[in-house]
């Protein structure tokens, strides 16, 4: 049996689901040839570990993540990119909230438009998949890599 996160306060929904998004898309960019370590994401984030260790955790319980354990250990991806929607990233990161009875007449007249709105939401996140974005970021930072990065090996 899974133990959900809560879903996240209102405010703090959008917050976390593009640290979750931002997190698996990252993992899924760099998990070759060895698993992403949860320091080197938090470090290129401006995270604290402890915070990003969470929303990583909850993407392991709900399969979108395999957490590697041992010196080498990290995350990787637990399915294919193309198999991975960013509204499955949301449901496992707590971005959404489960379905209850309205506690007062006004919740009740309120909730059908407020279900409405998040199956619309959800719809749309779920059109878009891992895949999807990593070839966005690909585009994205080839543009930025025209110029010739200097190298100082020795």
């Not at 915070?51 to 399915?79: F, I």
């Not at 199956?119 to 974005?133: G, K, N, P, R, Y």
């Amino acid at each position: 049996m899974r133990s959900d996160p809560p879903p996240a306060p209102a405010g703090q929904t959008a917050v976390r689901l593009r640290l979750a998004t931002a997190a698996v898309i990252d993992i899924a960019l760099h998990a070759r040839p060895q698993p992403v370590n949860a320091r080197v994401l938090a470090a290129r984030h401006g995270l604290p570990p402890r915070h990003l260790e969470t929303v990583l955790q909850a993407l392991v319980r709900h399969g979108l993540l395999k957490g590697v354990r041992g010196p080498r250990g990290g995350y990787e991806l637990a399915r294919e990119r193309r198999r991975i929607s960013v509204g499955d990233i949301a449901r496992a990161a707590g971005c959404v909230e489960e379905d209850e009875a309205p506690s007062a007449p006004m919740a009740a007249l309120i909730e059908p438009t407020i279900r409405a709105a998040q199956v619309a939401f959800l719809s749309a996140l779920d059109a878009v998949t891992v895949e999807d974005l990593c070839r966005q970021a690909e585009v994205l930072d080839a543009g930025r890599r025209e110029r010739p990065i200097p190298h100082f090996d020795i």
